[in-house]
């Protein structure tokens, strides 16, 4: 069955920028069907998303958050990723990547397969 | 954006009692030409991700208890755990999916009382 493992630093400074990889095994990123996901939870606090990408590279993210943040994609390596530039603390949260599944007319539905998530903080 | 609300904030059942979440969307997620209501419930357990139980408004994830159950159109939805048992303590968490940028709604905590 699919996993999803999120990988990177556990602390970046403020005004640089976060990377993750998110790692999936199981089965192929580029199978088609799916949005490869990227979803955030700050301590204590609820779901933000982020963004998703395909396999062949279009994306779609939270226009709040466009100017500071990709989603790539490396099909070679199974692995897609995430950068948020300029973090400040408001951007200290955990880091889901996660799986969607997606309809006829492209619309991204719901998520089936989340990774365990990894937390990132933004202190210097 | 679709702004999402739940209630209660939390709440506290009996074992073997009813619990019953609200969620509601500030527009309609049901989708005219399919009849579908693009909305799902998310349950999230401390230190684990959350899994999926609902989708299309009332569509039980496969190998989710059928003691979860989903209803409602619209904008108002309700998710409802017909016999609470141990396991089912989380948080819950519903989700719109009519329109991007997806949003989640702020989760209602479930305890035993």
């Known amino acids: 069955q699919v996993q999803l493992q999120e990988s990177g630093p556990g602390l970046v400074k403020p005004s640089e920028t976060l990377s993750l990889t998110c790692t999936v095994s199981?089965?192929?990123?580029?199978?088609?069907?799916?949005?490869w996901s990227w979803i955030r939870q700050p301590p204590g606090k609820g779901l933000e998303w982020i963004g998703y990408?395909?396999?062949?590279?279009?994306?779609n993210y939270k226009p709040s958050l466009k100017s500071r943040v990709t989603i790539s994609v490396d099909t070679s390596k199974n692995q897609f990723s995430l950068k948020v530039t300029s973090v400040t603390a408001a951007d200290t949260a955990v880091y889901y990547c996660?799986?969607?599944?997606?309809?006829?007319?492209?619309?991204?539905?719901?998520?089936?397969?989340w990774g365990q998530g990894t937390m990132v903080s933004v202190s210097s | 954006d679709i702004v999402m609300t739940q209630s209660p904030d939390s709440l506290a059942v009996s074992l073997g009692e009813r619990a019953t979440i609200n969620c509601k969307s500030s527009?309609?997620?049901?989708?005219?030409?399919?009849?579908?209501?693009?909305l799902a419930w998310y349950q999230q357990k401390p230190g684990q991700p959350p899994k999926l139980l609902i989708y299309?408004?009332?569509t039980r994830e496969s190998g989710v208890p059928d003691r979860f159950s989903g209803s409602g159109s619209g904008t108002d939805f309700t998710l409802t755990i017909s016999t609470l048992q141990a396991e089912d303590v989380a948080v819950y968490f519903c989700?719109?999916?009519?329109?991007?940028?997806?949003?989640f709604g702020p989760g209602t905590k479930v305890d035993i009382k």
């Open positions: 199981g089965g192929s990123i580029s199978s088609g069907s799916y949005y």
């Open positions: 990408i395909y396999y062949s590279g279009s994306t």
């Open positions: 527009q309609s997620v049901l989708y005219s030409s399919n009849n579908k209501n693009y």
């Open positions: 299309w408004a009332s």
């Open positions: 996660a799986r969607a599944l997606y309809d006829s007319s492209g619309y991204f539905l719901f998520i089936d397969i």
């Open positions: 989700q719109q999916y009519y329109s991007t940028p997806i949003t």
